[in-house]
């Protein structure tokens, strides 16, 4: 189980099947709608939840915020035809144990996923 904290661009069909795997996803959009990035980031931080956005600026923003989001951040950089694109990615993701996400800004797209250390 992952703790998550999703940003309000991802998918309420995809934050409904995340919890269905047992996953503890905090919703922004059901929420905390209009709050912002750095109000997110503190979120995360305080509640130890890895950042699940397609927001560009989390990248940047997780990499100078000081305290930095322990739980790391996953990026998503594509431009998904439907909800069911996104839930299938991000389910084959979390399900990989060799994927350290703590401490990491990950970027993944429909074939590559690259880390960067936070």
Known sequence: ????????NIPLETIRALRSDGHDV???????????DNAHIARAIEEDRL????DLDF????????PKP?????????????PDEVTTLV????????????RHLSIA?????RQRPL
């Open 70 to 82: 322990t739980a790391g951040v996953l990026l998503l950089r594509l431009a998904p035809q439907n």
């Open 109 to 113: 797209d429909r074939v590559h996923l």
């Open 26 to 36: 905090f919703s922004a959009s059901e929420s905390a709608q209009g709050a912002s």
């Open 51 to 54: 950042i699940l956005t397609f």
């Open 91 to 102: 389910q084959a993701l979390l399900a990989r144990p060799e994927i350290v996400w703590r």
């Open 59 to 66: 990248g940047l923003l997780a990499a100078t915020a000081f």
């Open 1 to 8: 189980m992952i703790r998550l904290l999703a940003d309000e």
